[in-house]
Antibody
Framework: EVQLVESGGGLVEPGGSLRVSCTASGFTFSHYYMNWVRQAPGKGLEWVSSISSTSSYIYYADSLKGRFTISRDNTKNLVFLQMNSLRAEDTAVYFC?????????????????WGQGTLVTVSS | EIVMTQSPATLSVSPGERATLSCRASQSVSRNLAWFQQRPGQAPRLLIYGASTRATGIADRFSGSGSGTEFTLSISSLQSEDFAVYYCQQYESWPRTFGQGTKVEIK
């Protein structure tokens, strides 16, 4: 069974830093892109960042302006999101989701499995 | 950046009726379009990918159609568990982008 479990959320002051993690199980982690998607309270979904299976390709939302860094550890089935210079508008539930893999044939799909999310609150 | 626009923002439907949701892309995304359902307090769930392929375990009352810039999600006979928010997302290019969502509510 595919499982994604986020952790590391919490309350942080404006300007502070936080690292959230996602632990994956039930699939060959090193074969898949991994994605972070966030959702501010009462708002819609916003794609944040994606990382390829070997970390060769990394993408970020333009709005983050270099404040966030995605990384992964394929030996431990972990993906991370390091968030710096946090602002009130970064307050959201952060979801990790499984991305695509080039090893599957047929129609490409992304975000077929999601974690339950971890809440990050930026406030003084 | 490809802008995804969903309509309507809210759709009021009676149980058992059909619902039709629209998603428009600001430029072609080919068929690299997914639909997600999100119930209150839950993570999103993949319903449709490749514009028209149902994800594993998704009931056949859900169907997707379209290509290029115009897409539709249809729910043939709404069940109580289908009242939720629905999002479309393109994965044709970076950055990935979601629509703003359509809330399907009980009429």
């Amino acid at each position: 069974e595919v499982q994604l479990v986020e952790s590391g959320g919490g309350l942080v002051e404006p300007g502070g830093s936080l690292r959230v993690s996602c632990t994956a199980s039930g699939f060959t982690f090193s074969h898949y892109y991994m994605n972070w998607v966030r959702q501010a309270p009462g708002k819609g979904l916003e794609w944040v960042s994606s990382i390829s299976s070997t970390s060769s390709y990394i993408y970020y939302a333009d709005s983050l302006k270099g404040r966030f860094t995605i990384s992964r550890d394929n030996t431990k089935n972990l993906v991370f999101l390091q968030m710096n210079s946090l602002r009130a508008e970064d307050t959201a539930v952060y979801f990790c989701a499984r991305g695509s893999t080039p090893l599957e044939t047929g129609t490409i799909k992304e975000n077929d499995y999601w974690g339950q999310g971890t809440l990050v609150t930026v406030s003084s | 950046e490809i802008v995804m626009t969903q309509s309507p923002a809210t759709l009021s439907v009676s149980p058992g009726e059909r619902a039709t949701l629209s998603c428009r892309a600001s430029q072609s995304v080919s068929r690299n379009l997914a639909w997600f359902q999100q119930r209150p307090g839950q993570a999103p769930r993949l319903l449709i990918y490749g514009a028209s392929t149902r994800a594993t375990g998704i009931a056949d009352r859900f169907s997707g159609s379209g290509s290029g810039t115009e897409f539709t999600l249809s729910i043939s006979s709404l069940q109580s568990e289908d009242f939720a928010v629905y999002y479309c997302q393109q994965y044709e290019s970076w950055p990935r982008t979601f629509g703003q969502g359509t809330k399907v509510e009980i009429k």
